[in-house]
C-alpha cells in the first residue's frame, strides 16, 4: 500500500456521517408496501413457434424457385480481339508513364520497414503499460 | 488448558448470517432479514451517496430508493455477484437518475449550497483527500476510486457495479491517481505513472 492509498483509506474513515436512528424504520415501511417482482422470464408460446418456423420456410422456398426460374444462360462468347488491342489509347499513354515493369520489393519495401516500427512502438508500449499496472494493483 | 477462543468465534460466526443467506431467507418472505440486510449497509452506503448528492436529503432519498429497489427486484439478484455490489449498482443508477431529474430544476440552488461531503468530515487537519478528488475527476472516476479505496472492493466487483470492462476500470483508476499524485505534488507517483501515456 502507498503513501496515496493509505491516505485516501484514512480520509475516507473520517467522512462519518450519522445515520438517522428512524431510517431503518423508515425503509422497513417502506418495503412492506412494495411488492417483490418475480425475474423477467420469457415464456415458450408454441403457435408463435409455428408460425414463425412456416413463414421462414416459405420466404426460403420463394427465394429458391425465382433464382432457379431462369434455367442456366449459356457465358456469351469473348470478343476475338486481345485485351491489349481493346486498350483504348490514353490507358496506353499513361502506362508509359506509370513504373509498372519495377520489383514487388522496391515497392512493398518502405510498407515493411513502417510496419516493423509500428510494432515496435507497440511493444514498448504494452511493456510499460504493462510495468504500471502491476505496480499499482 | 485448552483454547476455547477458535471455538467461540465459531459459533459467533454461525450465529451471524451471511448476505446470501439473508437473501435466500428475504425471498422466501422474511422481510426481517431484509431489515438486517438494510442495518447491515445503510451506513455505509449513506457515506457513500452523500460524497455523490448535493444534499442530505437526496442522499438519503437515494439511500431508500437503493434499498426499496433491491428488495422489489431481489429475486433477479445473481448470488455469483457479492450482495453490496449489486446494491452499489443500484444505488449509482438511483443517484445518476435523481441527479439528472434535479439538474435542471435546482442548477442556481445547488452553487450557493455548502458541500454535504464537507459537513460529514470530522477530524479534519488538513483538507480531505476525497473532497480534492472530488474537484478534480469526473464522477465515474470518483466513483471507481471510492469504491476501490474507501469500499475496499476488488477492480473486478468496482468494474461491476460502474457496469464497465474492467480495462476501463483499470485505466480510469490509474488516471485516477496520477491527477490526485499531482495535485498532491507527489512527483514520484505521477512520474511514475505517467510513463505508460507518455
Not at chain 2, 478534480?136 to 472516476?141: F, I, K, N
Request: charged letters at 30%; proline letters at 5%.
Amino acid at each position: 500500500m502507498d503513501d496515496l492509498e493509505r491516505r485516501l483509506r484514512e480520509d475516507a474513515k473520517a467522512i462519518r456521517p450519522e445515520v438517522p436512528p428512524e431510517m431503518a424504520a423508515r425503509i422497513a415501511s417502506s418495503v412492506r408496501g412494495v411488492r417483490a417482482l418475480p425475474p423477467a422470464r420469457r415464456e415458450f408460446s408454441w403457435p408463435l413457434w409455428l408460425a414463425a418456423s412456416l413463414t421462414g420456410a416459405a420466404a426460403a422456398t420463394v427465394a429458391i424457385v425465382s433464382l432457379n426460374r431462369g434455367g442456366v444462360e449459356d457465358p456469351a462468347p469473348l470478343p476475338a480481339e486481345t485485351v491489349a488491342e481493346a486498350m483504348p489509347d490514353y490507358i496506353r499513354d499513361f502506362e508509359r508513364q506509370l513504373p509498372l515493369r519495377a520489383k514487388t520489393a522496391d515497392l512493398t519495401a518502405p510498407l515493411e520497414e513502417e510496419l516493423k516500427n509500428l510494432r515496435s512502438d507497440l511493444e514498448r508500449a504494452k511493456e510499460n503499460v504493462e510495468e504500471d499496472l502491476d505496480f499499482t494493483f | 488448558m485448552r483454547d476455547v477462543r477458535p471455538r467461540q468465534q465459531e459459533r459467533f460466526e454461525k450465529t451471524v448470517p451471511t448476505d446470501a443467506e439473508l437473501v435466500a431467507q428475504t425471498i422466501r418472505g422474511s422481510t426481517t432479514s431484509f431489515e438486517h440486510l438494510v442495518e447491515r449497509y445503510q451506513a455505509r452506503l449513506l457515506r457513500f451517496l452523500i460524497t455523490r448528492c448535493t444534499s442530505r436529503a437526496d442522499a438519503e432519498d437515494a439511500m431508500q430508493d437503493a434499498f426499496i429497489n433491491a428488495y422489489r427486484y431481489l429475486e433477479s439478484y445473481d448470488p455469483r455477484w457479492q450482495f453490496s455490489t449489486w446494491l452499489y449498482r443500484i444505488a449509482i443508477r438511483n443517484a445518476a437518475e435523481n441527479a439528472k431529474r434535479q439538474a435542471t430544476v435546482a442548477a442556481d440552488a445547488a452553487e450557493d449550497a455548502p458541500d454535504v461531503l464537507e459537513e460529514c468530515i470530522q477530524d479534519a487537519e488538513r483538507e480531505n483527500l476525497w473532497l480534492t478528488a472530488k474537484r478534480l475527476l469526473s464522477q465515474d472516476a470518483y466513483t471507481a476510486m471510492w469504491l476501490r479505496y474507501a469500499e475496499d472492493m476488488p477492480v473486478k466487483e468496482v468494474a461491476r457495479a460502474l457496469g464497465r470492462p474492467q480495462s476501463w476500470t483499470r485505466v480510469a483508476l490509474l488516471r485516477a491517481r496520477r491527477r490526485l499524485a499531482m495535485a498532491l505534488g507527489d512527483d514520484d507517483a505521477a512520474g511514475k505513472e505517467s510513463k505508460a501515456y507518455g
